[in-house]
Structures are given as structure tokens and as C-alpha cells.
């Protein structure tokens, strides 16, 4: 059975299907019953404010042959585009691919926090853009590589008022020379602990608020679950404004930008029925948005018992028959045997006996 949402998308899926590519999103809620090995898989799971905005295709399977799904796009409205969903269970599987997600910043619109944290950090933004941090970002990181505030604003504040003294310098990027005059006030950001962050951190978060890069994204992803046994594969994943190369097959994997965002890659839970739930990629932004992408949930086959082997030979019941008594020895001596000589009388003499 296959039901295909959207008429538009079916050449799509056809061009996929015949080159061997199978593209989908999925999101969390399937279930499955691994006594019966059901499997099911949902599509994209947004949340926002603990309210469900999106959630499909699902398809769940309990019988019969594979059920499919499919979408061309995320519908519009909710900031995350997506674009080639196909989702797909059967007998003791579930998978899931999906071609290309972008989350869209406009997404934390009415999310005080999270807009607040790029409202702060946009002076902020304009003013390092004017500086190359990596050349002088070791007088400002401790042992660990992450931000010092104080020593940061100090090092870069005297970058910038060495520019801005320069003749005629009015500045490169999207600032001028009279915003070298305001330098950096890191303390009046308070949304979010500098301190906790790295300048690869920093540096991606202002390509997101200068509308250079995503908050989230990937370019391909892949989830799936037979048997009990769950795996997940993506390409070109971005987090924060910077892209990160990892690897999938490592299950429970993450990346944490401190005071934004979490990510984890390939997130498995074993359910109390016994089947998995595999997570492709689940974002969770300060607990205000969460975003589960590719879910599959499979079971494991019920076993068939093993046939009953035949039964044993049993053991003869009739003794063996007793063996011929061995043959005696005979009685009479042989013939060609002498007999044994007649013994004499004593000879009598008249020598004394000595000795």
C-alpha cells in the first residue's frame, strides 16, 4: 500500500526510487511491538512551547507488505524547510531519508530568550567582523580554548581603536568607523555565558545573525531500524553556523552550544516492549523549540521455535546371545610323550658318609 500526500511529488520519488535513493523525514512518536514485530514511522515532529505545530507523514505497519509515505516539502509557515520526504515500514523495519533541512532563525520569533540572545549579540557581531579573531584569539581563550570575557573585550578593543585611527578608515565589514567608537561592552551580554563558549562558537553564531548561515541544517540524511538494530548516516550537518563532521554510527552522540542549543546524532531508546526507537538527529533549542528528524521504530521478529527432532533409537530389549563356552583342555596326555622312568632302589655301601 503506498499513499503519496502531494501529486507533485511523485516524479520526484519515482527518479529516486529508480536511481536507488530513498529520501524522508521522519520525527518521534512511532511505536512498535516487538512480539509482533510492528514497526511504524512519523514524519517531521516540531514543537514549540510544548504545543505540537507539525507532525507527518506516519505510516505503521502490522501486516501484509511494505507501507510508504511521502511528502515534497515541509508545509510553509513554520520556518523549517525540507524538501523530498519519503517514509517507509514493513515486517520488523522502518526507514526514513530526507534530501535537505534548513531551520530559519525567524522560527524563535516570540521566544523571548532565544531572541534575545541574537539582539545582544549583534553589536557584538559588527564589531569582530572588522578584526581576524584567529590571529589574535590566543591572548583571550584560557586552557581550554573558551572565551574570557574580560581579557577578550580588552585584546579586541585595542585592535579596534588601532583601526579606527587609521587615516580615512571607515571600516570593511557592517560597520563604520563611528561604531569603533562604541568598541565592545561584552558585559551587557547576558542572555547567553560568553564564557562557556569558543570563538569557533562565536564566530558561527554571528554568520547566523548576519543571515550568512543556518542555526540547523544538513544536507542529506538516513535513518535505519531492522530488527531490533538501529543506524544513522548524515552529510553536511550545520549547528550554529558551523558545519561539524561526525560520526553516525557512534549511537547517542552530541554537540552542545551552552545556553542555545543541543544536538544529538543517532539518539537510541529501548522501549519497554522491547523494540527501538532510532532519532536521526533530535535539536533541542533552551527547551523552548524541539525538532526530531527521521524516526524509525522497529521490533524484533518473534522467533520461530525450533522443530521438534525426532525421538532417540531406544536401546534392544533381547540380551545379546551369550557367547560358546571355550573348549577344555583334553584329558589324556598325548601318545608321542615317554614315560616317566621307574625309580631304583638305593645302592648300599660301606664308605662312611662325611661331610
Known sequence: MKTTRLAAVASSVALLVASGVSVALLGAGGTANAATASSSATGVSLKVAGHVLHEGPTVTWTSGGTVTDSAVSIPAGHHVSGSLLNVSASSGAASANLAELSVELDLFAGIEHLTQIFTELHPVCGAIEEVELTEIEHKFVDKHGLIVPDLMEKVVNKKL??????????????????????????????????????????????????????????????????????????????????????????????????????????????????????????????????LTVATATCGTPPSTPPSTPPAPTPPPTTPPTTPPAPTPPPTTPPTDVPPAPTPTSPVTTNVPVTG
Open 161 to 290: 581603536k588601532l583601526m579606527s585611527s587609521l587615516h580615512g578608515y571607515s571600516g570593511h565589514g557592517r560597520t563604520s568607523a563611528k561604531t569603533f567608537g562604541l568598541l565592545l561592552h561584552l558585559h551587557k551580554v547576558k542572555s547567553i555565558k560568553l564564557s562557556k563558549l569558543s570563538v569557533h562558537h562565536l564566530e558561527g553564531l554571528c554568520e547566523v545573525e548576519g543571515g550568512h548561515s543556518t542555526i540547523f541544517g544538513f544536507t542529506k540524511l538516513a535513518v535505519d531500524c531492522i530488527d531490533g538494530v538501529g543506524s544513522t548516516s548524515v552529510i553536511g550537518l550545520t549547528v550554529a553556523g558551523k558545519t561539524h563532521e561526525l560520526e553516525a554510527h557512534e549511537a547517542n552522540h552530541g554537540i552542545e552550544i551552552p545556553g542555545l542549543m543541543t544536538v544529538q546524532l543517532n539518539r537510541q531508546t529501548h522501549n519497554a516492549d522491547g523494540s527501538l526507537t532510532v532519532d536521526g538527529l533530535y535539536v533541542n533549542f533552551h527547551d523552548k523549540v524541539e
